[in-house]
């Protein structure tokens, strides 16, 4: 029966209520990424008659009443204002990951030409955004997951940074036999047993989980910082995992280590500047 979208929208927004926290954002957010439009044509076409018989639409509806993230419904998702291509293969990006950004661009200048190597590229959209800011610097990016990699090429080419980013499967640093100027990583870092929403159930869990304590992935590349002489290494983290990065680089020798926190006050990651004899 053919609906107008203010109907459709307390419809769905009935539907949803139980399952996500906000359900009528929620329901307005779905109805525009459907739409294709803005929050402006939302509000100021609430009496236009809509076919809610369309398949895509109880699809979506149907997948995002199991909590099935929209980002994966949409296969769009915004990072650092711009805008990304998303599947199931890759982890969503997150806000606090824009921290990461920050706290890189903040420690080298813009015509850097340094070589950086991402791992763990997920989307790719860190290696993109510091691709768009530092235009002469090299960039490898690995990843694990050929899914993963699927998408992060596919964002790559969208950007036109296919000669900017190569793209590497492996398990860390194992394909990069290059000399590396910065390391930078948002590794997985959740302890395996962590008991998580529900919604992160669709998420690759390879690109989640660290390792029975969380914080394995990241000692493994603090393991690498030293023994191939990376001079900067920059890491997201758990918002506890600070004082176990400090015990760790005990017996390192350290230039400098830096934590950065999110808006919330909760540590998030850091900047090793690592100091090789
Ligand atoms: C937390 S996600 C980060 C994705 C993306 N960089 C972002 O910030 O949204 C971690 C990524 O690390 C990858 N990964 C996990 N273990 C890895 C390993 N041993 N070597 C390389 N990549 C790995 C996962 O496949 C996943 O894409």
Known sequence: MPRTLKELHNDLTVKLTG???YP???????????????????????????????????????RR????PLEYLTNRVSFYSREFYIDEGALIPRPETELLIDAVLATVSTDTSLTFVEVG????????????????????AVDISPRALDVARRNITDFGLDHRIELREGDLLSC????????VSNPPYIANDASLEHNLSYEPQNA?????VGDEIIQRLLDEVYARHIPIFACEMGYDQQIKVQEYLKTFAV?????????????RGFILKAHHE
Request: glycine residues 4%; hydrophobic residues 45%.
């Open 121 to 140: 590229a997920g989307s790719g959209i860190i290696s993109i955004l510091l691709a768009l800011h530092l235009p002469n610097a090299r960039f490898i």
């Open 176 to 183: 990069v036999d290059e000399k590396i100027d910065f390391l």
């Open 255 to 267: 230039q400098s280590l830096e934590f950065y926190k999110d808006l919330a006050s909760f540590d």
């Open 208 to 212: 989640l989980f660290g390792g029975t």
């Open 19 to 21: 399952v996500v926290e």
């Open 24 to 62: 009528r954002r929620e329901a307005e957010l779905l109805l525009i990424a459907y739409l294709q439009k803005d929050q402006l044509y939302f509000i100021s076409h609430q009496d236009t008659v809509l076919d809610e018989d369309e398949p895509r639409l109880l699809e979506w509806t149907e």
């Open 65 to 68: 009443v199991r909590n099935e």
